[in-house]
């Protein structure tokens, strides 16, 4: 072919196609003519942007999300998922008038998507359109009936509404699809027992229990139900038939243990308890719950002393292992006043698990109680090294070396300790009086004064504190107007506490006034056996200074051969005088 022919070969098949295409054209535009310069219509959204919205709630940006967003809109108003987005932002803002405006429209432009329709209807609650609300769920159950979601919301929606037939109704379609389950059996009889519609609230029981007779848990439910219903004949049929069905059941024993306490059969109620408490597959706390629950202190100190702690033993005995069976079995002790057992036990709990802080504190109390002072102050110290910044622990280890005559240490303790005390007025006077006490013992009166000064200051009807700081008062002789106004006042406190009686007739002695001071002094002696040494000598002291010499030295031969007397007493006996 020549170059000619090629040329107008080409030119044909322009023409050609351009015909074509012409004719395509016509066709779309149903035979007008067509611009081929007219505009494209926009686009209704931009998926990109909407990402970079999305990222900026992901990020917790919703303030810059909620601006882009309403911009957005403006810009593409068909898109509905701008919409629903907003109307999410605003939910959460609680501005719920507008996020209900808006999931509207989302659900006007789309509505194939389920989602805007959920949330429209959680957007109507939110602004108190129940109605609307109920009325949108409705629609979405019959448009969606094999989504059974849908139900359970209409039907927690009715409930919300206070309308429990069509709450019941709704439940009852659930129930034809899946069968009975315990969770719209309960769910029905809750609501037959809100409406007080008890024979249905029953028979929704017996349904349940009948379609599992294996399972003895609604028995039990049933069970509770009766007792509830004070039909306990019905009640205890079935608590036997539970063990038929399950002998080894943990909890029933129990069950039935309350069952007779509520019927007043106390011996079965006991024998019950013990069976459960034997019961290894019954756990530790429900059977201490159960124990403090069934025993109050004063039952147990009165006449149930025994069975309680029966059952404590067969606490200790089924779980050996458990520390805090020991620690249970102890504060009952304690409570009895059996202090030796009862620290063996809470130093049982510590041997299981040294990290009760509690328990080291009872431990100490009772060594304290026994006035065990050499095992107070090693398991004091022990405490101390887990729990360095705990007040109450100096204390008691403080009070167990003063007791010691370890007063160097003492005072460590204490200084140490009164440091650690905050918001516990209580504690920070006993932890002053004792400082006191320890600068007395160490003979700095000036620092024992001014703790006591300190204690008092805090809680100024502390009878030991009064009594403690009169007496040292007046063995130095100084300040006996004072001192004789805070004995008297201790004894106004204590009145028969024969150690202040003897105080308050030494502050006398020291006043001159020795026919009060041998009256409040002789009134200190009533208790024979326990008089002290000390206690003698002043009485005869008073004798003395009263003109009988005879008596006087009768009573320091009582001191001297009794102990604890002055270092003065062996002069007086020698000279048959009283020595200052």
């Given amino acids: 072919m020549t170059k000619l022919q090629l040329t107008t070969a080409v030119l044909v098949l322009i023409l050609f196609l351009g015909s074509g295409v012409s004719h395509s054209l016509l066709a779309q535009q149903g035979d007008q003519p067509v611009d081929i310069h007219q505009k494209k219509e926009e686009p209704v959204s931009n998926p990109a942007a909407l990402i970079d919205a999305k990222k900026m709630i992901m990020a917790g940006n919703e303030k810059d999300a909620e601006s882009f967003l309403r911009k957005y809109s403006d810009k593409y108003p068909k898109d509905p998922v701008a919409y629903y987005e907003l109307a999410k932002i605003l939910a959460g803002k609680k501005s719920y008038a507008e996020a209900r405006e808006l999931a509207e429209k989302a659900w006007e432009l789309d509505q194939s998507n389920i989602w805007y329709q959920l949330f429209l209807a959680e957007t109507c609650q939110l602004s108190q359109d129940y109605d609307k609300a109920l009325s949108i769920y409705e629609t979405i159950v019959a448009t969606n009936p094999g989504n059974l979601d849908y139900y359970y919301q209409l039907a927690a929606l009715y409930l919300g509404l206070g309308k429990y037939d069509q709450a019941i109704k709704t439940y009852d379609k659930i129930e034809k699809r899946i069968g009975i389950t315990e969770e719209i059996s309960m769910q029905k009889h809750k609501i037959y027992l809100h409406q007080k519609e008890f024979p249905k609230a ?79 597959n019954l756990d530790v706390d429900t059977k201490i719950n159960i124990l403090l629950s069934f025993y109050t202190i004063n039952e147990i100190i009165a006449n149930l002393k025994g069975q309680a702690f029966e059952l404590a033993e ?22 009895d006043q059996q202090f030796e057992q009862a620290r063996n036990a809470f130093l049982q709990v510590i041997a299981l698990d040294s990290s009760k802080f509690v328990v080291w504190e009872e431990v100490l109390r009772m060594d304290l109680l026994l006035s065990d002072y050499d095992q107070l102050i090693l398991y004091g110290h022990r405490a101390l090294e887990l729990y360095p910044e705990q007040p109450i622990l100096y ?160 009573y320091w031969k009582q001191a001297s051969e009794k102990g604890g007397g002055s270092e003065l007493l062996q002069k007086k006996l020698s000279g048959k005088k009283w020595i200052d």
């Fill in 202 to 280: 029953e028979s929704e029981l017996i349904k349940l229990s009948e379609s599992l007779p294996d399972d003895s848990r609604y028995f039990s439910i049933l069970a509770e139900f009766y007792m509830s219903r004070d039909k306990k004949e019905k009640a205890l049929e079935l608590y036997k038939r539970i063990l038929e069905i399950d002998p080894d059941n943990a909890y029933i024993h129990m069950t039935l243990a309350d069952y007779y306490r509520k019927t007043g059969e106390k011996e079965k109620v006991f024998e019950e308890l013990k069976l459960g408490f034997g019961n290894p």
């Fill in 314 to 335: 067969l606490l200790v005995k089924t779980h050996p292992d458990d520390p805090k069976v020991y620690s249970i079995y102890g504060d009952l002790l304690a409570q």
């Fill in 395 to 554: 204390l008691f280890t403080a009070l167990g070396e003063l007791q010691l005559k370890n007063y160097t240490e003492t005072e460590r303790l204490l200084n140490i300790g009164v440091k650690l005390v905050a918001n516990n007025n209580d504690l920070l006077a006993q932890y002053y009086m004792y400082l006191g006490d320890t600068y007395h013992a160490l003979d700095r009166p000036a620092e024992s004064d001014n703790a006591y000064e300190k204690s008092l200051q805090i809680k100024d009807n502390n009878a030991y504190v009064l009594n403690n700081y009169s007496y040292y008062l007046a063995i130095r002789g100084i300040n006996l107007d004072k001192a004789e106004q805070m004995s008297k006042q201790a004894l106004n406190i204590e009145p028969d506490n024969s150690s202040f009686q003897d105080t308050y007739g030494w502050v006398l002695f020291k006043l001159g006034q020795y026919e009060k001071a041998l009256e409040w002094i002789g009134k200190s002696m009533g208790d024979k056996e326990n008089i002290s040494g000390e206690v003698l000598e002043h009485y005869g002291d008073t004798l003395f200074k009263l003109g009988r010499a005879e008596e006087a030295v009768e």
